[in-house]
Protein backbone atom coordinates (compact mmCIF):
# COMPACT_ATOMS: atom_id res chain seq x y z
CA UNK A 1 0.00 0.00 0.00
CA UNK A 2 1.05 3.48 -0.47
CA UNK A 3 0.70 5.70 2.12
CA UNK A 4 1.16 9.10 0.14
CA UNK A 5 0.47 12.12 1.62
CA UNK A 6 -2.94 14.80 1.80
CA UNK A 7 -5.28 17.07 3.90
CA UNK A 8 -8.68 14.80 3.91
CA UNK A 9 -10.66 17.48 2.12
CA UNK A 10 -9.10 17.56 -1.00
CA UNK A 11 -10.64 14.34 -2.13
CA UNK A 12 -13.85 16.34 -2.45
CA UNK A 13 -12.85 19.68 -3.62
CA UNK A 14 -14.74 19.98 -6.52
CA UNK A 15 -11.97 22.80 -8.13
CA UNK A 16 -9.98 20.00 -8.89
CA UNK A 17 -10.05 18.44 -13.08
CA UNK A 18 -11.50 15.10 -13.56
CA UNK A 19 -9.15 11.94 -12.24
CA UNK A 20 -6.83 14.67 -10.69
CA UNK A 21 -4.22 13.22 -8.20
CA UNK A 22 -1.44 15.16 -6.61
CA UNK A 23 1.46 13.29 -6.07
CA UNK A 24 5.32 13.04 -6.09
CA UNK A 25 6.05 11.72 -9.32
CA UNK A 26 7.43 13.53 -12.26
CA UNK A 27 3.88 13.64 -13.88
CA UNK A 28 2.07 15.28 -10.67
CA UNK A 29 4.54 15.80 -8.57
CA UNK A 30 5.32 18.84 -6.62
CA UNK A 31 6.49 21.18 -9.87
CA UNK A 32 3.24 20.42 -11.37
CA UNK A 33 1.51 21.60 -8.18
CA UNK A 34 1.70 25.63 -8.73
CA UNK A 35 -0.34 24.88 -12.14
CA UNK A 36 -3.67 24.49 -10.00
CA UNK A 37 -2.75 25.96 -6.74
CA UNK A 38 -0.84 29.23 -7.18
CA UNK A 39 0.37 29.41 -3.65
CA UNK A 40 2.83 26.38 -4.01
CA UNK A 41 4.97 28.90 -5.07
CA UNK A 42 5.06 31.37 -2.18
CA UNK A 43 8.17 32.32 -0.25
CA UNK A 44 6.99 30.58 3.10
CA UNK A 45 6.11 26.83 1.74
CA UNK A 46 6.80 23.64 4.12
CA UNK A 47 8.14 21.85 4.95
CA UNK A 48 11.89 22.95 4.94
CA UNK A 49 15.00 22.07 6.30
CA UNK A 50 16.19 23.25 9.76
CA UNK A 51 19.80 23.97 10.15
CA UNK A 52 20.39 24.35 13.99
CA UNK A 53 23.15 26.19 13.90
CA UNK A 54 21.32 29.09 11.92
CA UNK A 55 18.27 29.13 13.97
CA UNK A 56 17.51 32.37 15.93
CA UNK A 57 17.32 31.85 19.87
CA UNK A 58 13.86 33.56 21.04
CA UNK A 59 12.71 33.62 24.38
CA UNK A 60 8.92 33.57 24.46
CA UNK A 61 7.01 35.57 26.68
CA UNK A 62 5.69 31.67 28.38
CA UNK A 63 6.07 28.53 28.12
CA UNK A 64 4.03 26.43 25.42
CA UNK A 65 0.73 25.17 27.50
CA UNK A 66 -1.03 21.90 27.13
CA UNK A 67 -3.96 22.18 28.76
CA UNK A 68 -6.30 18.09 28.44
CA UNK A 69 -3.77 15.99 26.37
CA UNK A 70 -3.72 13.93 29.45
CA UNK A 71 -7.55 13.53 29.13
CA UNK A 72 -9.37 9.96 28.10
CA UNK A 73 -11.55 11.21 25.01
CA UNK A 74 -15.25 9.47 25.06
CA UNK A 75 -13.77 7.39 20.99
CA UNK A 76 -11.08 7.57 19.14
CA UNK A 77 -10.42 6.24 15.37
CA UNK A 78 -8.33 5.47 12.82
CA UNK A 79 -8.71 6.31 9.20
CA UNK A 80 -7.35 5.84 5.40
CA UNK A 81 -8.40 8.52 3.55
CA UNK A 82 -6.64 6.41 0.55
CA UNK A 83 -3.69 9.32 0.97
CA UNK A 84 -2.19 9.23 4.54
CA UNK A 85 -3.13 7.38 7.87
CA UNK A 86 -5.70 10.11 10.43
CA UNK A 87 -5.97 9.83 14.22
CA UNK A 88 -9.28 11.64 15.56
CA UNK A 89 -10.64 11.63 19.14
CA UNK A 90 -13.84 13.01 20.53
CA UNK A 91 -13.95 14.69 23.93
CA UNK A 92 -16.45 16.98 26.15
CA UNK A 93 -15.72 20.39 25.65
CA UNK A 94 -14.36 21.14 28.87
CA UNK A 95 -11.75 18.39 28.82
CA UNK A 96 -10.86 18.99 24.53
CA UNK A 97 -7.20 19.28 24.43
CA UNK A 98 -6.04 22.92 23.64
CA UNK A 99 -2.75 24.09 23.12
CA UNK A 100 -1.39 28.15 24.09
CA UNK A 101 1.71 30.39 25.00
CA UNK A 102 4.78 30.10 23.52
CA UNK A 103 4.90 31.84 19.57
CA UNK A 104 0.73 31.46 19.61
CA UNK A 105 -0.74 34.32 20.20
CA UNK A 106 -4.25 32.49 20.77
CA UNK A 107 -5.84 29.09 22.12
CA UNK A 108 -5.72 26.76 19.53
CA UNK A 109 -7.89 23.32 19.29
CA UNK A 110 -6.83 19.95 18.53
CA UNK A 111 -7.96 18.39 15.45
CA UNK A 112 -6.32 14.98 14.24
CA UNK A 113 -3.01 13.60 13.92
CA UNK A 114 -1.65 12.82 10.08
CA UNK A 115 1.21 9.90 10.45
CA UNK A 116 3.83 10.61 7.35
CA UNK A 117 6.43 7.88 6.41
CA UNK A 118 7.69 6.66 3.33
CA UNK A 119 9.25 3.30 1.49
CA UNK A 120 11.97 3.46 3.86
CA UNK A 121 12.97 3.51 7.45
CA UNK A 122 15.05 6.15 6.56
CA UNK A 123 13.13 8.22 4.32
CA UNK A 124 9.63 8.78 6.09
CA UNK A 125 9.69 12.49 7.68
CA UNK A 126 8.21 15.73 5.28
CA UNK A 127 10.88 17.94 7.50
CA UNK A 128 14.80 17.40 7.91
CA UNK A 129 17.02 18.86 10.80
CA UNK A 130 20.42 19.16 9.71
CA UNK A 131 19.60 17.16 6.51
CA UNK A 132 18.61 14.24 8.32
CA UNK A 133 15.56 12.70 7.17
CA UNK A 134 13.61 10.01 10.00
CA UNK A 135 12.08 7.39 9.97
CA UNK A 136 8.58 9.46 10.30
CA UNK A 137 6.65 12.06 11.22
CA UNK A 138 3.57 12.96 12.97
CA UNK A 139 1.97 15.95 12.46
CA UNK A 140 -0.47 17.12 15.65
CA UNK A 141 -3.09 19.65 14.00
CA UNK A 142 -4.56 22.40 15.93
CA UNK A 143 -7.07 25.48 14.60
CA UNK A 144 -7.52 28.42 16.21
CA UNK A 145 -10.08 29.56 18.36
CA UNK A 146 -13.01 29.91 16.58
CA UNK A 147 -12.31 28.44 13.43
CA UNK A 148 -13.80 24.70 13.14
CA UNK A 149 -11.09 22.81 10.69
CA UNK A 150 -8.49 23.85 8.66
CA UNK A 151 -10.14 24.15 5.77
CA UNK A 152 -12.27 27.11 7.49
CA UNK A 153 -8.34 28.23 8.16
CA UNK A 154 -8.21 28.11 4.39
CA UNK A 155 -11.10 29.73 3.10
CA UNK A 156 -10.73 32.55 5.48
CA UNK A 157 -7.20 33.38 4.84
CA UNK A 158 -6.24 33.04 8.41
CA UNK A 159 -2.52 33.09 8.24
CA UNK A 160 -2.09 31.81 12.09
CA UNK A 161 -5.13 29.56 11.68
CA UNK A 162 -3.80 26.66 11.86
CA UNK A 163 -0.79 25.02 14.13
CA UNK A 164 1.16 22.02 13.89
CA UNK A 165 3.15 20.37 15.90
CA UNK A 166 5.37 17.97 14.39
CA UNK A 167 7.18 14.93 16.06
CA UNK A 168 10.27 12.72 14.42
CA UNK A 169 10.71 9.32 14.95
CA UNK A 170 13.59 7.31 14.85
CA UNK A 171 14.10 3.59 14.60
CA UNK A 172 15.12 1.45 17.55
CA UNK A 173 16.11 -1.98 18.16
CA UNK A 174 12.55 -2.16 20.78
CA UNK A 175 9.07 -1.57 20.01
CA UNK A 176 7.05 1.44 21.29
CA UNK A 177 4.43 0.29 23.67
CA UNK A 178 2.65 3.51 23.23
CA UNK A 179 1.89 3.19 19.78
CA UNK A 180 0.20 -0.35 19.96
CA UNK A 181 -3.24 1.05 19.97
CA UNK A 182 -1.87 2.83 16.71
CA UNK A 183 0.09 0.25 15.30
CA UNK A 184 -1.79 -2.92 15.93
CA UNK A 185 -5.15 -1.76 14.26
CA UNK A 186 -3.51 -0.54 11.08
CA UNK A 187 -4.63 -3.95 8.90
CA UNK A 188 -8.09 -2.82 9.75
CA UNK A 189 -7.03 -0.04 7.28
CA UNK A 190 -5.36 -1.27 4.17
CA UNK A 191 -8.45 -0.22 1.75
CA UNK A 192 -8.87 3.48 1.35
CA UNK A 193 -12.12 5.32 3.15
CA UNK A 194 -11.64 2.53 5.61
CA UNK A 195 -12.16 3.52 9.25
CA UNK A 196 -11.53 1.69 12.51
CA UNK A 197 -12.46 2.94 16.11
CA UNK A 198 -10.28 1.84 18.50
CA UNK A 199 -9.57 2.41 22.31
CA UNK A 200 -9.40 5.60 23.52
CA UNK A 201 -6.15 6.75 25.39
CA UNK A 202 -4.76 9.85 26.19
CA UNK A 203 -2.60 12.12 23.34
CA UNK A 204 -0.03 12.02 25.79
CA UNK A 205 0.68 8.43 25.59
CA UNK A 206 1.95 8.62 22.28
CA UNK A 207 3.96 11.85 22.51
CA UNK A 208 5.64 13.46 25.53
CA UNK A 209 4.23 17.52 26.05
CA UNK A 210 7.21 20.13 26.35
CA UNK A 211 7.20 23.57 26.87
CA UNK A 212 11.13 24.66 25.49
CA UNK A 213 13.62 23.94 23.18
CA UNK A 214 11.56 23.29 19.75
CA UNK A 215 11.80 24.92 16.61
CA UNK A 216 8.85 27.64 14.97
CA UNK A 217 8.41 28.71 12.10
CA UNK A 218 5.34 30.43 9.60
CA UNK A 219 5.01 28.03 6.70
CA UNK A 220 2.10 26.03 4.76
CA UNK A 221 0.43 22.92 4.14
CA UNK A 222 2.74 20.64 3.02
CA UNK A 223 0.99 19.36 0.37
CA UNK A 224 -1.73 21.34 -1.69
CA UNK A 225 -3.58 23.64 -1.43
CA UNK A 226 0.09 24.63 0.26
CA UNK A 227 -1.88 27.89 1.96
CA UNK A 228 0.60 29.76 4.04
CA UNK A 229 -1.77 29.37 7.15
CA UNK A 230 0.55 27.58 9.58
CA UNK A 231 2.45 28.02 12.08
CA UNK A 232 4.51 25.45 12.62
CA UNK A 233 6.54 23.97 15.89
CA UNK A 234 8.94 21.01 15.41
CA UNK A 235 10.45 19.22 18.78
CA UNK A 236 13.58 18.45 18.01
CA UNK A 237 13.96 15.28 20.18
CA UNK A 238 12.68 12.32 17.95
CA UNK A 239 10.43 9.95 19.62
CA UNK A 240 10.99 6.45 19.27
CA UNK A 241 9.89 3.42 17.19
CA UNK A 242 11.02 0.07 15.87
CA UNK A 243 11.43 -1.39 12.73
CA UNK A 244 8.84 -3.97 12.46
CA UNK A 245 6.25 -1.38 13.88
CA UNK A 246 7.30 1.42 11.17
CA UNK A 247 6.91 -1.89 8.74
CA UNK A 248 3.32 -2.50 9.94
CA UNK A 249 2.21 0.39 7.57
CA UNK A 250 2.60 -1.60 4.70
CA UNK A 251 0.82 -4.61 5.93
Known amino acids: MDWAKSFVWLENDKNL ?33 ITSRQAIVVQPHEPLQWSNYNSIPLSMSLSNDGHTVILRGVWDEPTSPQLQGGPLSDKYNFFNILFHWGPSNQDGSEHTLDYVRYSME ?50 KIVHPSSKVKIPPFPLEWIFTPFDRDYYAYSGSLSQPPCSEVVTWIVQKDPIVISALQVECKTH
Open 17 to 49: PPNFSFGYAHENGPHTWKNLYPESAGSNQSPIN
Open 138 to 187: MQVVHTKHGINSPKDAIILGARDGIVIVSFFFQVSAVDNPYLDHVVSNLW
